[in-house]
C-alpha cells in the first residue's frame, strides 16, 4: 500500500490536480453544476405529462383512480408543462454555450459580455443550419452537447487571441463614448472574424458530410460513450474514481468531464421516453442519475451504509462520527464520514470503499440491462435520498427495490471492516482514558 501511495503522489496526482484546475475541466464543471435546476425542473415536468401507466388497461380500484387522476392532470397542463420542457432541456445545449463562455470567459477576467454572445453565435452557426441552409433546432438539446462545449471554448480562445493582440481594434478611447459600446465598437473587428471563420467552417463541414457539426462529434464520440456505457466500463470508472479519491484526489477531477458524456446520454433518454419508448428499452444506462442514485448511495464510496454502521459504534468518536454524518448521507453529502473516520489514507476501509460503488454500478447495470428494472430519464438532482431518487429517476417501483437492496448489501460490505476499524478506536479511546486517569490521580 505504500509503494501504491507513493507512485500515485508521484506520477498519479500531480496530474489529476493539474486537471481539476483545469481552466476548461472548471468551466464545464461549473456551467453544469449550473444547469442543474434546468435539468431537474425540464425531467419532472416530463414526468407529469407522461404518466407511466395507462390506467385504462388496469383493474378497477385505487391504481386505476390514481392513474386516471394523472392523466387528467398531464391533460390539465400538457401544453403550458411541455413548453417549460421545451425551454430547459429541449435548448439544453445552448444553454451550455452560454454557461461554458461565461465561465471561461470570467477566467480570463473578460467583463464584456460580447465573448459569451459569441460563443453562442458560433454555436448556432455550426449546429443551426441544415444541409439546405434553413433554420434547424435538431442539435439544439442533449443531441449538441458535445458541439456545444467545443465550440464555446474554440471560439472565447480565437476571441481572447484577436482582442489581446489587437487585431482589427477601433480605439475610441478619450472620446467621451460609454465603456461598454467603446469595447464592443473597439472589438468589431475581433468579432467579426470570429463570426465569418465559423460560418466558413460550418459551410464545409455540411458541404463534406452532408449534416451540420454536432453530427460529426456525434459519430466520432459514439465509441467513446459505448465504452464508458457497459458493465466493463462501469467497473473500471468507479474502480479509478474510488481509488484516486482515497489517495485525496478529489472524485470531481474525474466527474465533471464525465457528465459532459452522461448529460447527452440523459437527454436521449428522456426524448425516447417522451416518444413512447418503455422505460426498460431506453437507449441509455449510464446517466448521471445512474451514478448518484444507485452507485453513490450516500455519497462517494457508497458511505450511507457506512454512516449506518457507524450510528450503532461502541467507539465514542464513530459513533459521533456517525450522528453527524447520517443525516447528510440520505442527501448524498458524506464530507463528515470522509474526513471525520477518516477515510483517505485509512488501510482498514480502502476496500469497501472501493468495492461498494463498483459492486452498485454493476449489479444496476445488469439488473437494467436485463430489463429487470427501468433505466433512468430523469435528474431529480445529485442529493436527493437515493430510494427516492430511484422512483423519479425511473418511474418504475423495481427500482426502489433494488435501491434499497444495494443499500444493505453495502452495509453488510462495510461491517466486518468497520467493526475492525472500530476495535481499533475502542482500544486507543480505553488508553486514552486510562492516561487522563493517570494524569488526574
Excluded at 141 to 169: D, H, M, N, P, Q
Excluded at 267 to 287: F, K
Excluded at 334 to 344: A, L, V
Excluded at 425 to 441: G, H, R, S
Aim: charged share 10%; with cysteine; glycine share 8%.
Amino acid at each position: 500500500m505504500e509503494k501504491i501511495a507513493a507512485f500515485i503522489e508521484k506520477h498519479i496526482a500531480p496530474i489529476a490536480n493539474a486537471l481539476g484546475m483545469n481552466r476548461y475541466v472548471v468551466a464545464i464543471q461549473n456551467a453544469f453544476l449550473t444547469l442543474v435546476p434546468f435539468m431537474t425542473i425540464g425531467s419532472f415536468a416530463l414526468i407529469i405529462t407522461s404518466p407511466p401507466v395507462d390506467y385504462t388497461t388496469m383493474e378497477p380500484g385505487f391504481g386505476q383512480a390514481f392513474f386516471q387522476g394523472w392523466q387528467a392532470l398531464a391533460d390539465a397542463t400538457m401544453l403550458p408543462l411541455t413548453i417549460v420542457n421545451n425551454a430547459t432541456m429541449g435548448v439544453l445545449s445552448i444553454w451550455a454555450a452560454i454557461g461554458l463562455s461565461f465561465f471561461l470567459a470570467r477566467h480570463y477576467k473578460m467583463t464584456s459580455f460580447l465573448p459569451v454572445a459569441l460563443g453562442v453565435a458560433a454555436f448556432l452557426e455550426m449546429a443551426a443550419i441544415d444541409v439546405d441552409g434553413a433554420l434547424s433546432t435538431a442539435y439544439f438539446g442533449g443531441t449538441g452537447l458535445f458541439a456545444a462545449i467545443l465550440i464555446s471554448f474554440v471560439s472565447v480562445e480565437f476571441y481572447r487571441f484577436l482582442s489581446e493582440r489587437k487585431i482589427g481594434y477601433i480605439d475610441l478611447s478619450g472620446q467621451g463614448i460609454p465603456p461598454a459600446l467603446s469595447d464592443s465598437i473597439g472589438n468589431l473587428v475581433p468579432a467579426a472574424i470570429v463570426l465569418v471563420v465559423f460560418g466558413v467552417l460550418s459551410g464545409v463541414v455540411i458541404n463534406l458530410t452532408g449534416a451540420p457539426f454536432p453530427n460529426l462529434i456525434s459519430f466520432i464520440m459514439a465509441p467513446l460513450v459505448g465504452v464508458l456505457d457497459s458493465g466493463p466500463g462501469v467497473f473500471v470508472l468507479a474502480t479509478i474514481v474510488m481509488v484516486l479519491w482515497w489517495f485525496g484526489i478529489h472524485d470531481s477531477v474525474i466527474t465533471s468531464p464525465l457528465f459532459a458524456f452522461l448529460t447527452p446520454s440523459l437527454a436521449a433518454n428522456m426524448a425516447a421516453y417522451a416518444a413512447g419508448t418503455a422505460v426498460t428499452d431506453l437507449p441509455n444506462i449510464l446517466v448521471e442519475p445512474f451514478w448518484w442514485t444507485f452507485m453513490m448511495i450516500g455519497g462517494s464510496g457508497a458511505t450511507f451504509g457506512l454512516a449506518f454502521c457507524a450510528l450503532f459504534s461502541k467507539s465514542k468518536q464513530l459513533r459521533t462520527v456517525g450522528k453527524l454524518g447520517i443525516v447528510p448521507a440520505f442527501f448524498n453529502i458524506n464530507e463528515p464520514i470522509i474526513f471525520g473516520m477518516p477515510i483517505m489514507f485509512n488501510p482498514t476501509l480502502f476496500l469497501p470503499f472501493v468495492i461498494c460503488p463498483v459492486l452498485n454500478g454493476v449489479v444496476a447495470y445488469a439488473a437494467m440491462a436485463l430489463g429487470i428494472v427501468g433505466r433512468c430519464f430523469v435528474y431529480p438532482s445529485w442529493n436527493m435520498f437515493c430510494p427516492i431518487a430511484a422512483i423519479l429517476s425511473t418511474m418504475d417501483w423495481k427500482a426502489v427495490v433494488l435501491c434499497v437492496g444495494l443499500i444493505v448489501i453495502d452495509v453488510l460490505i462495510y461491517l466486518p471492516f468497520f467493526k475492525a476499524y472500530e476495535k481499533k478506536k475502542i482500544a486507543e479511546e480505553q488508553l486514552a482514558d486510562a492516561a487522563a486517569e493517570t494524569q488526574e490521580a
